[in-house]
């Protein structure tokens, strides 16, 4: 597998570029809500929907601009090859058709929960689908990248590209309630309640232009 290696060349570089790419592709970036207070001392993960190529950007450009913490995310190997400089932003691979590669992703993933500045993002779709699709498809891998001994607070994330009235399309976040990796451990189907419940929550908010403010402003 390809493990994430942090650069400064490239997070300054890049992180410039994605802000820029951000701004000039999109007129807003609504915040319906801002992220919940975590605990400094326990690692995040995050789990925001995957609807887009765009994805990985909104949650980068918002971390390194609102917070202190190591972006980590994880890929598709065959796609980490094709962009390997992603690697050095914090992202790391994952070959699902190999269950080797899977297991050594697992126990990758359980030593980055050993460092609490950590905020990995996993896609508990396992895939891209349309944001408006329901029930979203919610792969059971999560408990077992969850299933440590060290606790982590796992954060759902909704984000929808959409058009009102502007040339240019509206990037659209909210965030959900902070569960514990260990009662989603026990619980699997609390996961996915929550998960759906912010979306709900971001349907609503969309439906009646209810933000809190244009992130974009702060790129």
Not at 4 to 25: P, Q, V
Not at 147 to 159: G, T, Y
């Amino acid at each position: 597998m390809i493990v994430a290696r942090d650069s400064k060349f490239h997070a300054i570089f890049f992180g410039s570029y994605f802000r820029r790419l951000m701004k000039k592709n999109f007129s807003h970036f609504w915040l319906v809500n801002d992220v919940p207070q975590t605990n400094d001392d326990i690692p995040l993960v995050m789990t925001p929907n995957h609807m887009s190529w765009w994805d990985g950007f909104i949650i980068y450009c918002f971390l390194k601009l609102r917070t202190r913490r190591k972006f980590r995310i994880m890929m598709l190997e065959q796609q980490l090859l094709q962009f390997p400089f992603f690697s050095k932003l914090g992202a790391f691979s994952i070959d699902p058709g190999k269950p080797k590669s899977v297991h050594q992703t697992i126990l990758y993933f359980h030593s980055l929960l050993k460092d609490s500045k950590n905020c990995i993002v996993f896609y508990p779709q396992g895939k891209m689908e349309p944001y408006w699709k329901r029930p979203q498809s919610i792969q059971a891998g999560l408990t077992h990248f969850l299933n440590s001994p060290v606790i982590s607070q796992v954060l759902p994330v909704a984000s929808v590209i959409t058009t009102y009235n502007e040339k240019k399309p509206e990037i659209i976040v909210r965030f959900g309630e902070v569960i514990s990796s260990k009662e989603i451990v026990a619980d699997r189907e609390l996961f996915i309640k929550k998960y759906h419940d912010n979306l709900l929550l971001c349907d609503a908010a969309i439906n009646n232009r209810d933000f809190l403010l244009d992130f974009r402003l702060e790129l």
